[in-house]
């Protein structure tokens, strides 16, 4: 056998570590928590390479903060923070490369203080860092093997890829939030401009967006759902700022033609969002504008769908849309009381709006009106 072919046992055993890699792998895709795919990645590093206690040290605004820790006194160590380039975890940050310790009191670059302050005693150590296209993420620290014995070749093999695993999707995870702040913004400013460019739907977004937040919590959705559902009803009219103003802005009854131009207000609007990016982040907005004017019974528009082919979020962009017509300065009609508009949208159940939405939105409505406790 030459020296670069592995033998059977080695074999079996860097499969055993790339299953372990891909199964811990599978679970932190599932997730875009980075506290959870922190936790989950140190756990099964230390249950792969039997460490008595471990540390994931993640880079920000230049210190190393241990945010996920794991051992007998880990709880004493979550308030301290490295200096970026302190200690061997933040050295192994620094230089992209991977340090064992046999035996760490005879090592300069460890920081004693941590064990001075925690009370617990490391004997060895294997940190590895954590790094992506270039981006230095963290390093993975690994504390005393149970049995005693020291760290090895494989223990090194298994951090790295799962460190290597884990800042890949730590990186991501920071993208997709950016993502979301950048679009958070732009949905604001779009409505804030279509508030501005019709006075008579000034606050009819914000309105709509906390009527269908209501709905939404009372649905029981996750509060990733409910955050979209709010964005979504912020932006339903976005197509009336493709209307030309002598439609739009128009005192007397419209007529046909015009009431043709408005109607397009759904497609213009998905047309609008569909520019957006990224497209994941934007489905549920762009559905929300389209279909708002659909109804239960399949008698709306643009398209004519019917029940639950209707997606939810335009569901309840329905409901919350026609309570703050009802109750709001009409254009050409008197605004009605809270219990008069419920009434009506309780009339329009089945036909014009999803029956079990406005269920959610009339009771929890009156219950709030009353004071009820719920
Ligand atoms: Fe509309």
Redesign the pocket.
Known sequence: MSEREQSPVELRQRISELETVLEVGREITSTLDVDRIMDLVLDACMGAVNAEAGTLWILEDAHLLPLAVRGPKADRLKGLKLKQGEGLAGQVCENREPVFVEDVTRDERWAKRFDDATGFITRSMLVVPLFTDDISVGSLQMINKLDSSLFNESDLRISTDLAAVSAKIIVNSRIHTQQRLLLDTTVRMLASVLDARDPYTRGHSERVSKHALLIAGELGLSPEEQGVIERAALL??IG?IAIPEEVLLDANPLDAKAWEQINK??SLGANILFQLEPKTLIRQLWAGTLY??ERYDGNGYPVGLAGEDIPLVARIIAVA?AFDNLVSQQRFGPSKGIEEALEEIELCAGTYFDPKVVEVFVNSTRARRTGVAR
Do not use: A, L, V
Request: proline residues 12%; charged residues 25%; aromatic residues 0%.
């Open positions: 339903h009219d009336k207000h759904p708002h004017h849309n």
